[in-house]
Every structure is written in structure tokens, then in C-alpha cells.
């Protein structure tokens, strides 16, 4: 009897560990709300529900698939089917997703424009420091100036390349965990 119950313990343990995310609500108001039906017809998730699910998700092993277990009273589950929860969740995670992609194509468009007025602004101020040293006496003024503008140059493509090199880092991983949410198979239990 004992081996039964540690087989059985073994097999919820490796279910669980298949990347489940688990929700215990006592309605269905604490994760859905019908308040900005568009572009959601059926209603969309809470702040809070979505930093949840984005937390739990991020704890898992990247290539693992995520599926999320809402646990409802029986009355819950009785007023919106499992179905119209999980198209509504997967709708939801799949807008946010593109809102991700959009945001890092505006910053791409936005680094490429500080890019080229960077650029511009490195070729004068390095084109301004080898004037200053060829047509100025050498002196100690003249050196601090040249280094000016040499700094000045370096420092006008500091953010576009920070852009290019870093800031889309943070949008393109929520973007893939929101791609990864809306894949997720989601089962509502009673």
C-alpha cells in the first residue's frame, strides 16, 4: 500500500513538474475583467493576473511548455466554460505580445534615428579636434578643447548604440513570455 501511495505522490510530483502554473480563485473576477472590452470581446486579464502568470512563467525552464491550472468553485465554472477562459487568455497574451513587438520596432526606429544624428555629430566633433590640433598653437588649452570635442563625439553615440546593443533585451524576453503564456494550454478544475 505504501509503494501504491509513493508511486502515486511520484506521479502528481512529475505532472506538476511538467510546468505547471497553478491559480486558486474564488471567482473569476480576480484574474478577468470586462471593463475595456476591446480589443477583447470576451474581457481581458487584471494587471495583477498577468504580473503573476509573467513571474511564474519566468521561473520555468525556457524550452519547457507552460500550462496553467485555474482552480474555480464549482458556481465559477459554471458561468464561463473552460474554453471561452482560455481563448480569452490566450487572446490576451497574444495582443500583448505584439504590443512588445511594436514597442521594440519603435525603439530600432527610434536608434536608428539617433544613430545617424550620433554618427553625424562623432564626424564633426572628431572633424572639429583635428582642426583644433592642426591650426591652433600646442598648448594646454588647445589640448583640453580637442579632448572636448573628441569626448563630446564618443558621448553623442553613447544612447544609440546602448539602444541597439541593450534596451531591447527586456521587451523582446517579455515578448517571448507572452508568447509562451498564449501557447499554454490552460485547464480550469473545480
Not at 527586456?170 to 508568447?179: E, S, T
Amino acid at each position: 500500500m505504501s509503494g501504491e501511495t509513493a508511486i502515486g505522490e511520484h506521479a502528481m510530483q512529475a505532472e506538476k513538474a511538467a510546468g505547471d502554473i497553478e491559480i486558486r480563485l474564488r471567482s473569476l473576477s480576480q484574474i478577468l475583467t470586462d471593463l475595456d472590452p476591446s480589443p477583447f470581446r470576451e474581457g481581458s486579464l487584471t494587471t495583477e493576473a498577468v504580473e503573476y502568470l509573467l513571474l511564474k512563467a519566468k521561473e520555468l525552464p525556457e524550452k519547457q511548455p507552460v500550462r496553467i491550472i485555474i482552480h474555480l468553485p464549482a458556481a465559477e465554472a459554471t458561468e464561463r466554460s473552460a474554453a471561452s477562459i482560455a481563448t480569452t487568455m490566450t487572446s490576451h497574451f497574444d495582443w500583448c505580445a505584439k504590443v512588445e513587438s511594436k514597442k521594440i520596432s519603435e525603439l530600432f526606429r527610434a536608434g536608428r534615428r539617433a544613430g545617424l544624428i550620433g554618427f553625424a555629430t562623432l564626424a564633426t566633433c572628431l572633424l572639429l579636434a583635428w582642426h583644433v590640433t592642426e591650426n591652433l598653437p600646442a598648448r594646454p588649452i588647445t589640448r583640453i578643447v580637442q579632448e572636448s570635442f573628441v569626448i563630446l563625439g564618443w558621448v553623442s553615440i553613447w544612447k544609440p548604440l546602448e539602444m541597439f546593443l541593450y534596451e531591447w533585451m527586456p521587451p523582446d524576453r517579455r515578448r517571448r513570455l507572452f508568447l509562451r503564456l498564449a501557447a499554454a494550454e490552460v485547464v480550469v478544475r473545480r
